[in-house]
């Protein structure tokens, strides 16, 4: 079965507030849309991603899903509709056999609910997710209980949604513009729907404190993992003094096929290695001449863009640089707020600081800089649990 995703990202998010929209909000150092469209994808069921955006952002979504199989992203309408509407038309010239159609502000899918859905469409046009009601419902106004609402046999819906793409076309040229879910749509043309089990992990981001929520969930699933790094570079005359991101005045500066940058060198591989990813010679081999007196700056921007592609999270980092000279003390602050903007954490989270070898050895003998680092991330352990 070839599976389509309509990723549906083009509302303002105006109940959440703020200017920027829910979906682009970060979410444990991504955008909350990605997270959408990686759930969508993690079961394998999916073949491709067609988000619909608000007109203007069609670029800059294209760049948040860079690397997932997502088709280019369409412009949306002024109703929830009329952006499914614009979904189905693009994929017209080549429909699939199904759509989903899911909410860019619910940032996880729990496990199985793919399947589920598409396994119902054996015997539905239809199919949703949703979970019964188990709270006392009140209809009320002005402040004032009016009824109270039976509870049984109702269900609150969650998406993705699943149809027949036939089925969703048939029903969206005939339906209501103004339907808020594209169930009811097939509702209202007497098509059955199936219920499968929702989840309570699956929470769609509305208010500021589904944000926490959903923060919470997702953390609660990491697991941390630490790596170590180590480097040293010879001083030479003739070149700068870079030291974690911040020049240093030093009559000598660290020879080496980059900017030398020991304290950013061993850093990385740290942070590669507690991804177990190897070093930073595999990723930016100095046999290479692109990486000629590069800014190191580069190298470290990829390592934490490695802890965002494999969904994890940067907890902290430690930097010792070993020297006599020169004195790292008066510029740690600096250094340590350098660092925090390239790995795109809080300075609180970026440790700095510096020793001696008692004048023993190379760095003793101020003939070369040495650095060790730790870095602590925490990744995914695995499939978002019911």
Sequence with gaps: MRVIALL????????????????????????????????????????ALLPVVADGEQAHVA??????????????????????????????????DAVLVHDAARPIVPDGTIAALLAALADAPGAIPAQPVTDTLKRGAAARILETVPREGLFRAQTPQAFRTAALAAA?????????????????????????????????ITWPEDLVRVEAHLAARLIPRMGTGFDVHRLVE??????????????????????????????????????????IGRWFPPSESEWKDAD???????????????????????????????????????????????????????????????????????????AQAAAVVLVPAGPVSK
């Design 63 to 96: 760049a948040l899903l860079d690397g997932l199989p997502a088709l280019p992203p369409v412009a949306g309408g002024a109703t929830r509709a009329e952006s499914v509407r614009a979904g189905l038309a693009a994929l017209a010239a080549d429909p699939p």
């Design 238 to 279: 003739g070149r700068p003094l870079i030291l974690c991101g911040v020049t240093v005045p030093h009559p000598l500066g660290l020879d080496g096929h980059s900017d030398a940058d020991v304290g950013i060198h061993a850093l990385c591989d740290a942070i590669y290695g507690a991804l177990a990813e190897g070093d």
């Design 296 to 370: 190191s700056a580069r190298f470290l921007r990829h390592a934490a863009g490695r802890i965002a592609a494999r969904g994890g999270v940067l907890a902290n980092v430690d930097v010792t640089l070993i020297c006599e000279r020169p004195k790292i003390a008066p510029h740690a602050a600096a250094m340590r707020a350098r660092l925090a903007e390239l790995l795109g954490v809080g300075i609180d989270a970026v440790s700095v600081k510096a020793t001696t070898t008692e004048r023993l050895g190379f760095p003793g003998r101020g003939e070369g800089i040495a």
């Design 172 to 204: 969206h040229a005939s339906g209501d513009a103004g339907a808020t879910d594209d169930a009811a749509l097939l509702e209202a043309a007497a098509q059955a729907v199936a219920l499968v089990p929702g989840a309570e992990a699956n929470i769609k």
């Design 8 to 47: 549906m990202a083009a509302g303002s998010g105006s109940r959440f507030g703020g200017p920027t929209p829910k979906q682009y909000l970060p979410l444990l150092g991504r955008p909350v849309l990605r997270h959408a469209a990686e759930a969508l994808l993690a079961g394998g069921q999916v073949t």
